[in-house]
């Protein structure tokens, strides 16, 4: 993963900066730059813009206004949209259009070819880049919202093909404002990664959970009462915002099919050393797995 | 589940219990009857047997006696077989055979059709039941062994065919005592529902850092360093012992393979949901998912 060459931040102390849907990932955004807990503020304006009423005044503490009115990034130095990636690629022209020459437009969508592509066909006197930051919580919405959610974590930038670089110096050093680490990658590269680690995850933990069902179906409920530790962790992310699956596993549809192969294939290797009762070759996909598995996340 | 009608935890208070095999679930089983930090002694004696020499010094704070020796189980009122399933199919015989007549035989596998079966074949004057806690942790060892580790734990019971149904009621008892909470099963059915919950996510972890790692050998690592919370959860159980695994995956390969062809019809069904972008039936499924697991773990 490259670092990014040039980072500017100085930007965002003067910025009066639109957050987009705040939900968990916008509303910690929007703390982060506005201040809260120990933190100190970090932009000199920060808007979110709800979707629904009743999120207005939850969000009051965390930003300087919170309103329903998309227009309210015309004011805006950048834009950050801050929802499920077909939300976001809806939302792109039209607030593209609302915005002043020369602001910045990005996103944290948890896919981004499609998005970039769209970015793509925008007005060119906008600067525009991807952004997909690798954090979040099992608790989603506002009311989870914790201005410290990015310290640390990765944020992967995605250039839009052909647009000023600008745009990912200046997404770059909010990133670090943020607390986070930018990392720049390619959009099709991203989403072949993210399947790899977070899609085709959540799409085997959904058929876990199925496959449960279909044995309960005829067994009954003590496979529930049983579940364990094991089950409870290898199925966590099946509890996830069903909107916001729905739009990653369309937007990355070739991606996470590609990757469904590759698990199938360690499936049925996996399968065949069982049926056999092939120890060494079974001893030698375990341990593998084993050694990458103990070697991450240290 | 059914709990069992009698249970006999009076004869544990006076008990010599002899428990083969000390790493986390019979070192933490040895604890909690010898009694360790504020839990109270409830057996009279307990005699650890270890496969190394090693682990005696660490054994001695928390058991009456620590050996090397097969035959302190001739002593003994219950001895429990705190090892691998394949183990524990190899060592039945030979301490069936140096055992007091009606003492209590039997063990902490995580499969139980296999060990049933061997367990049936014993000499008659012993007492035989099949058993399986349902806890465990992350780090093994007997350096994790904690006396807490039962606390309110199912503990599956599987009586053995044609054999005395004093040896359930008295398994039934030391589970009590252990701080479980007993539940009958026969052998069968318990396998198929641990194939579900248990053996098969397993299976699916590896399959899943399998993946990973095929796509990493031509993408690089920066997959490794992008993989986030998601990846970590589901992926946790890929790091547990490989022994008890390889032991766990032969010995309950029917039931492990009818799983795998379970969830192999929800993943179909989900790649075709995804390959054809049919929007109302990954939601079905995705959403069948998400309401079954919020039930969960509550």
Same sequence: chains 1, 2.
């Avoid at 792109?92 to 437009?105: E, F, N, S, T, V």
């Avoid at 930038?157 to 720049?184: D, K, M, W, Y």
């Avoid at 449960?212 to 496979?223: P, Q, R, V, Y």
């Avoid at 916001?244 to 399968?271: E, F, K, S």
Wanted: charged fraction near 20%; glycine fraction near 8%; charge should be neutral.
């Amino acid at each position: 993963m490259a670092e990014p060459e040039h980072s500017d931040s100085a930007w965002v102390r003067e910025a009066e900066i639109a957050v987009v849907g705040i939900g968990l990932m916008g509303g910690s955004l929007a703390a982060a730059l506005r201040g809260a807990n120990e933190r100190p503020r970090r932009g000199r304006r920060v808007v979110g813009i709800a979707r629904r009423a009743a999120t207005l005044p939850l969000a009051a503490p965390l930003m300087d206004e919170a309103t329903l009115d998309i227009r309210a990034v015309a004011g805006a130095d950048a834009v950050v949209l801050a929802a499920p990636p077909r939300a976001i690629i809806r939302l792109l022209p039209q607030i593209a259009a609302l915005m002043r020459p020369g602001a910045l437009l990005t996103d944290l969508g948890s896919t981004k070819s499609a998005i970039v592509e769209v970015m793509s066909t925008l007005r060119d006197d906008i600067l525009v880049v991807g952004g997909h930051p690798m954090c979040g919580k099992e608790a989603g919405g506002l009311a989870a919202a914790d201005p410290h959610l990015y310290d640390n974590a990765p944020f992967v930038l995605c250039p839009v093909p052909g647009r000023a670089a600008t745009a990912v110096a200046r997404a770059a050093g909010l990133a670090r404002v943020l607390g986070a680490r930018p990392h720049i990658l390619d959009a099709a590269r991203h989403d072949r990664l993210v399947a790899a680690i977070s899609h085709v995850p959540y799409t085997t933990a959904v058929a876990l959970v199925a496959a449960a069902e279909a044995l309960a179906a005829s067994d009954g409920d003590t496979l529930w009462e049983l579940a364990a530790g094991g089950f409870r962790d290898t199925t966590r992310v099946a509890a996830g915002e069903l909107d916001m699956w729905i739009d990653i596993l369309l937007t990355n549809q070739p991606a996470v099919l590609d990757h469904l192969d590759r698990l199938d294939g360690a499936l049925q290797q996996l399968r065949q050393a069982i049926a056999a009762g092939d120890i060494a070759l079974l001893r030698g996909v375990l341990e593998a797995a084993q050694t990458r598995r103990r070697g991450l996340f240290r």
